[in-house]
């Protein structure tokens, strides 16, 4: 037996029974008198102190700790590079005790490693751009569909990630299944890469064992959903940017240029102008009282959040966003079209309409519209088909709901979904090019108003003050 070996509660494995005892402390001030320590054994320290001694209300269970301390002595996770027989390099990180056992857990899997140290990176890990998460996806499918085991599949897409987080979560995943786990657990172990809808169409595809179709449709998901996000982001940096620009310009002017000519007024005594006048008391007001203003600013941040934390306030905040006029129909538009979407390509993959549900409700983004999600999620529970569950709720969209009662009618929910899901797409990428073609030449004009004003506020007591000289 390896000298190594841990022993169990008895003591030394290597001892006879009745000389078996209980391991004792190393540190003097925790053992008995009466008990000296054996001379020419080694004895074996207690358990370490994260982990509780065995009582009357546990066992040793192997490889567990007691499930009220879950998440709190987590395994540690190694950074490792090592050398396949083939003498290929290879990276990546690996879950194990202690360094000893993942060098021994690398052998197993016929690599030698090089370098091994503890990684320092959370599990956690911080989130991935979707296109990088979509480009992954859909070459982890090209990988399993021509053959590759998902094993092999996943340490090449690993090597290949462009995002270090992405890398090493798909590296955890690949230690995870070699360690017997199904490839949904292991990559729900980085939850900030990788979904809830992520992990649950991965079991769908392994469950009906069409793996490889299954990422592909994730892909084309997770492509549309990045690409909308985009479209929107680029509609709105135009507006920002004029935003910013202009701030900068009446900064400059107010704080600089006002009062600058103030003070050549004040040594020639000559009486500004009114506009300057109003502009200059602004001014001398702000810098008087800017810190007031900065208690304030930060006030109303610091309440803005508790009331967006609260699910009451961020429940009266999302209701009131969908009564307003124009964005009201937009964000319901954009939200539907995320949620038909993630109901299309579960349903596809083979997951039931009511898990579908589960699923869907955390893309919505609108407390209002996840409240009327759980409603017709409950509904269908109840043995009610989808399309009269979701049109009792009274907020989703009237083509949503046809088109799911065709579906359902057809047996083809799925396409029936995916259609409705384009459709609001389209519907909503008009929305924002229209709002960003109109919102242009209004902030064009508007800042153009207010910067020519403070222009001629300027202007005109130069201009008078150089007729007063003359």
Known sequence: MPRHRLPGPNGDPRAPRRRRRGPRPRHGAYRRRDHPPPRGRRRHDDAPRRRPREGGRRRHDRGRGAARHAGRALMPVFAYRALRASGRAESGVIDAASVRGAWQALRARGVFPTDLAPEAMRRAGRRVAPADLAVATRQLATLVAAGLPVADALEAVAEQAGDASLGRALTLARGRLGDGEPLARALAASPRVFSALYCDVVRAGEASGALATVLERLADHTEATAALRARVQAALTYPAIMTAATGLVLAFLLVWVVPQVAQLFADTGTPLPLATRVLLGIVTVVRATWWVLLL?????????????????????????????????????????????????????????????????????????????????????????????????TGIFPSLLVRLAAVGERGGSLAPSLERAARSYEAEVDAAVSAATALLEPILIVVMGAVVLLLVVAVLVPIFTLNQVVR
């Open 296 to 392: 304030l600013a930060v006030a109303a941040a610091v309440a803005g959040r508790r009331v967006l934390a609260s699910p009451a306030g961020r429940a009266r905040l999302d209701a009131m966003l969908l009564r307003l006029p124009l964005a009201g129909r937009l964000v319901v538009r954009a939200a539907v079209a995320r949620f038909a979407h993630t109901l299309a390509t579960l349903v596809a993959s083979g997951v039931p309409v009511e898990a579908a549900l589960d699923v869907g409700t955390t893309v919505l983004g609108n407390r209002a519209l996840i409240k009327a999600a759980d409603a017709a999620r409950a509904a269908v529970r109840q043995g009610e088909g989808l399309a009269p569950a979701l049109a009792r």
